[in-house]
């Protein structure tokens, strides 16, 4: 069994890289250590010697189906109904888990909500910890942003899919034009954005890669047929975000002091590139962008923001600010 909580937490690492198909290998998670290491201070770097250990930990202790894909480069798991049994060593441990719960149950929507909160009160009722009083957990409030109803049969039929691969037959209705149309779809990614859910994969009428609202979806339909996850999807999105919007480049902007603090917050998350000025000020550079994002952010910040680059960017800033004066005189 694990020897202490930095192995047990490289090897729940670990799992959840083979759970994503992405084919992870020894230098993958020697990386993903390190990574951890210098951006959250875990402690839990290592080298290729204590990863292959921890491989082997997982064969024989935990009976996992770690194999190695020579056309992939990486491992998979050959059984991905599989299930970790996670010793948990102490009350953080514990407590990580049973949050990690309760802000899952709090976004995702019925059925699934319910199936969340049921293995919540599991653990609470197996556990003896007072860390896990229920009163405690409800006390951990999730402003979960949801911005529209979505159906629980529509959910938990979609969400079932994804995860049994198998093939829907979906009622959809567009969202600019209400046209109610039919389609046979692969769901390859389901994801939370923005306060809304949505599937991304496969229009078997085209072979094109779409994204859904789930919301949208009026009728789900599981269909016998199943499919094989397609790590380009996966990878693509990863790169370049859920929807295929095309971006503007080398945004720059001058923001003022005012707004100053939450820059240097997000800096790391929104990937900014802050340059300071004597005055206060700062000069921005946005990573690619789609343009009604931009326009939403520059806009919102009520002045404070000036756009620099590029011109085109800053005569569309201009004009919809005109309009926007012209019908609140």
Known sequence: MPTNKKQLFRMVKMVADLRKNSYPNVNTWVKMFEALDRDENLNVACGRRTVMRDIDYLRK?????????????????????????????????????MLGAQLAGEILPSPVKEQIRDAVDNQISANNSELLDQTFIETLLIASGIKTTTSPEVFGTVFQAWRERRTLMLTYQKGSTGEVTQRKFEPHIVAYHKGNWYTKGVDLSDGKVITLAIFRIKKAELLRSTFEIRRDILQETKRNGLFNYPKIENIKVKCSADIAYYLYEQRKAKKLIIEPEADGTLIVSLPPSPEQEAIRWILGEGGNVEVLEPLDLRQKIHDLAEKTASVNK
């Open 61 to 97: 202790d935990f009976n996992a189906p770690i194999a190695y894909s020579s056309e992939h480069n990486g491992y998979y798991l050959t059984n991905p109904y599989w299930e970790f049994q996670v010793p948990f060593f102490d009350n953080e441990m514990i407590m990580s888990s």
